[in-house]
């Protein structure tokens, strides 16, 4: 048994998430827990078989040891594929096929499993649009050929492992509530059976953490058409794996976008088109009059990223993010309530780029006009410089030389921004804290995002412009202060009359 070597990323994962962190505390429980998966025939179907492959695809990349227990013969194939998955995702992943040693069950079917002592039972399931979970009882799993209710469910049950093993968080009780309003007080929850959905031209745009919890729901929806672009500029490292749910060990160095082209293929109906830059990029590379985008994803990181989307003028945008604790979505049309860039706009002076990056870097300011240079030119970042930096900050210089050759400016983002490597206390009894999300928490916003996609293409109704959720307590879906429409920004451009006569000449 060993932590997969991506596994430093998921301690800084979890010093976001968790208060009063001790590293040593942390990595001494995830030694002690074995995470069980287990399934009678009853989820062999499409939801079911779903629940599974996510559910195994959030716990190995962060649990050391685990259990995939096929509770009938007709399982044991399907328990085959679910190892093949947890080695891909992390080679040195401990596997039993029996309960034994394991603190914590996840259960799919319709079958209470026997002999697991006092270990922890989560049962997930679904029925198309209703994500279904319960402490107590098996809660089956749906017929239909819409996964993405598995999907969400399969995040509860992650979360709920977490927060049980980690953090003194209530746990969630039953669940069963339609993704298409998150109304967990609903007596019937929304499920309706839609006819194939097209989602004409779309663009998902960043394939990131955010971005894999998209594209896995978009296979998860069977009964899709459409043409999809996926536009990114980046490729997978070491330290992505982490929360990347379609990512395994081998993955490091992989283009984002063929990934996603990749996993995307079995969708003959779906038609992938893959760009290989920035949305920048990809807008230059159109003439004019090809500046219409129907619907547009944002899996995008930064504040300035997502302002510049928006002033693209796509149509529709939906939007997916991560905070501390919180997942966001929100969706925009740019004329009515707030657009996108509203959520990002400044308020008060904002340092400039180069002073963001020496503060962080704790760089002295002698070096101011090298820094400026170094973004202006795109100067590779050669190992001279990794040393002031890592001198500066008093870590050793070899966890800086993955980043060696590359230009300042991803070199702050992938090692600075992500928490890759700039953990300036390892060793020490606390970790600092960077914004790394928890694989469940990216995942979930990814599968939102994809929901308020298919529900938006087919005409259904769906949650309020902008939706909060904090997977670190009990879900409390869009009760009061958790969604709401949200008003336009008294600054942004989306009030301007010629950014609005623009909009509505183009859709309008």
Known sequence: MARADYFDRAVQAASHVLNDFDQQTFLEKVDAHCVALAFDSHALTLEGMSALDLAIRLIARFYPKIAIVPLDHECEDAAMTLQAIAKFINPKIAITSRFGGATDV?????????????????????????????????????????ALGAGVAACLGASNIFRRIFSDAELDNDLAFSLLDMDITAKTPRNPKLEKVDIGD?????AGAIGHGFLWAMFGYANMAGNLTVIDHDSIDLFNIQRYALTGRQSEGSKKVELAADFLSGRKELHVTKFFGTWEDFVSSLTEGDWSFERVVSALDSAKDRIELQAALPKWIVNGWTGDTDVGISHHNFIKYACLACLYMPSGVVKSEDVLIMEALKLPAYMTMNVRSRLDCGTPSERGFLEIIAQQNGIEVAKLLPFEGQPLREFYTKAVCSGAVMELATGQKSVTRAE????????????????????????????????????????????????????????????????????????I
Not at 122 to 145: C, E, H, L, T
Not at 202 to 206: A, H, R
Not at 466 to 493: D, V
């Open 106 to 146: 996840i259960v799919v079917g319709e079958t209470v499993p026997a002999d697991t002592g006092d270990a922890f039972k989560y049962f997930i399931g679904s029925d198309g649009w209703i994500a279904r979970f319960s402490r107590s009882n098996p809660v089956g799993s749906g017929k239909s050929d819409n």
């Open 202 to 206: 779309t663009y998902l745009v960043g």
């Open 436 to 507: 790394v999300p928890m694989p469940f928490q990216s995942t979930l916003a990814g599968i939102l995002e994809a929901v308020v996609l298919i529900a938006h293409a087919a005409g259904e109704s769906t949650i309020l412009g902008f939706t909060r959720i904090n997977l670190m307590k009990p879900f409390a879906g869009t009760r009061p202060g958790t969604s709401w429409n949200q008003a336009k920004h008294p600054h942004c451009f989306c009030k301007d009359e010629d950014y609005k006569q623009a909009y509505n000449e183009k859709y």
